[in-house]
T-cell receptor, first 121, second 114 residues
Framework: EAQVTQNPRYLITVTGKKLTVTCSQN?????MSWYRQDPGLGLRQIYY???????DKGDVPEGYKVSRKEKRNFPLILESPSPNQTSLYFC????????????????????FGEGSRLTVL | QKEVEQNSGPLSVPEGAIASLNCTYS??????FFWYRQYSGKSPELIMF??SNGDKEDGRFTAQLNKASQYVSLLIRDSQPSDSATYLC?????WGAGSYQLTFGKGTKLSVIP
């Protein structure tokens, strides 16, 4: 089954304790991205990756790190979590980056993981 | 800063009616526009994609795009209670690195009343 898998799905941690949220996709997608979703603020992009070893900042990268050593994996690292990073996190992937094209395979459709709810105390 | 604006709702419509969801965007050069549906507690899923001015229909869903007015809408005909969800408008940036990012609106919560 084609899917994007995130772990953990739920996590409660304390300020300053490093954590990693893993993301893996089995669709051979080039493009992967991390979003956070907060009430009243919507989905905001943290980091994205065009392909292996190619990553770039999104709109809210502060306090986060990512790596893309393998095509299928795109972990999100919080080196020193703070309470303002309490949020619902989504990993997403697409075959190619969002593009302007009428071809269905090039719509850049994002496939989302089930989300990881993180609470930092 | 690219902005995508949606009415937060909730938008309530009776079953069988047409639901109309609206979205405006600030980046005049934006090229591609997406509508995602997100059920409570679930992840977003793509329901429509449009990049040309005019209408695009898929079953009960019609996306409408007016680039001159920087406006994109989603119509849901014969609304069903199962359509009750939050609808997210997303816009692809036009230039450079922005062309690889989707900017999402905050979403409109739709409630279809049986």
């Amino acid at each position: 089954e084609a899917q994007v898998t995130q772990n953990p799905r739920y996590l409660i941690t304390v300020t300053g304790k490093k954590l990693t949220v893993t993301c893996s996709q089995n669709m051979n997608h080039e493009y992967m991205s991390w979003y956070r979703q907060d009430p009243g603020l919507g989905l905001r992009q943290i980091y994205y990756s065009m392909n292996v070893e190619v990553t770039d900042k999104g709109d809210v990268p502060e306090g986060y790190k990512v790596s893309r050593k393998e095509k299928r994996n795109f972990p999100l690292i919080l080196e020193s979590p703070s309470p303002n990073q309490t949020s619902l996190y989504f990993c997403a992937s697409s075959l190619t980056p969002p593009q302007t094209s009428g071809r269905a395979e090039n719509t850049g459709e994002l496939f989302f993981g089930e989300g990881s709810r993180l609470t930092v105390l | 800063q690219k902005e995508v604006e949606q009415n937060s709702g909730p938008l309530s419509v009776p079953e069988g009616a047409i639901a109309s969801l609206n979205c405006t965007y600030s980046d005049r050069g934006s090229q591609s526009f997406f509508w995602y549906r997100q059920y409570s507690g679930k992840s977003p899923e793509l329901i429509m994609f449009i990049y040309s001015n005019g209408d695009k229909e898929d079953g009960r869903f019609t996306a409408q795009l007016n680039k001159a007015s920087q406006y994109v809408s989603l119509l849901i005909r014969d609304s069903q209670p199962s359509d009750s969800a939050t609808y997210l408008c997303a816009v692809k940036g036009a230039w450079g690195a922005g062309s690889y990012q989707l900017t999402f609106g905050k979403g409109t919560k739709l409630s279809v009343i049986p």
